[in-house]
């Protein structure tokens, strides 16, 4: 835990909070008197221990940016959504769709793990040292999503048979919209183009979602 993250119920009083559960082991366990903390969605500073599951904070600088992109994110399978929702948020990224495909599983809308995604969002934060949670929003319905986007800056899809490659260091925001294992089916492609995304790849490598992400950010950032 590389920052203890706190919420408004903490409080005791105006700078101090009292903790318990996890957040109280790890405390615990790092066995440090002085940690970096930061409360959701404000600022970030440091908390003393001063007793047990007591601190003393002192919140007084910003979170870091937010990256400038918005993640349209084909709903991957539930057994590595965990880490991909951490990973991203670790990332910086803010607004995350999660939107059905042709080759999504229908099954992996019922999974439990879809009732989790904020615990996962906080972890990445925890990694990052950020309080800004992101928004996360589930959209099962896959044309009314892409028909009703709209496009602010660069919007791309990442595509494995795209014969133009993804570019480098984009200094505007982007969309960037990335389909399940096997990629996004040939009309799928043709709704987000409609919609104004360009098709690009990362070569001839076929990458997983939860590989795909960071190799693609830290292309365009």
């Not at 959701?40 to 600088?61: C, F, K």
């Not at 349209?72 to 929702?85: G, S």
């Not at 992996?108 to 929003?137: F, N, V």
């Not at 492609?189 to 990362?202: K, N, T």
Request: hydrophobic share 45%; charged share 25%.
């Amino acid at each position: 835990m590389n920052l203890l993250l706190l919420v408004p119920e903490d409080f005791i009083g105006p700078t101090r909070v009292r903790i318990g559960g996890r957040r109280l082991e790890e405390v615990n366990r790092i066995g440090a008197t002085t940690l970096r903390a930061g409360l959701i969605d404000g600022r970030m500073g440091t908390a003393e221990v001063v007793a047990t599951g007591e601190l003393e904070v002192h919140l007084d600088s910003d979170p870091p940016p937010a990256l400038p992109l918005t993640l349209i994110l084909a709903l991957p399978r539930p057994k590595v959504l965990n880490r991909v929702i951490a990973g991203a948020t670790s990332m910086g990224i803010k607004k995350i769709f999660l939107i059905n495909a042709w080759r999504v599983e229908k099954s992996y809308w019922k999974s439990p793990k879809l009732d989790h995604l904020r615990d996962q969002a906080l972890l990445g934060l925890e990694q990052a040292r950020d309080t800004m949670m992101p928004r996360i929003e589930l959209c099962r319905f896959f044309v009314p999503f892409v028909e009703e986007l709209s496009v602010n800056g660069v919007a791309l899809v990442a595509h494995p048979g795209a014969t133009e490659i993804c570019p480098r260091d984009v200094q505007q925001p982007v969309m960037l919209a990335i389909g399940p294992e096997g990629g996004f089916i040939d009309g799928e492609i043709a709704s987000f183009e409609r919609a104004g995304f360009r098709a690009v790849s990362l070569g001839p490598r076929i990458l997983r979602v939860e590989t795909a992400i960071p190799a693609l950010v830290g292309r365009l950032f």
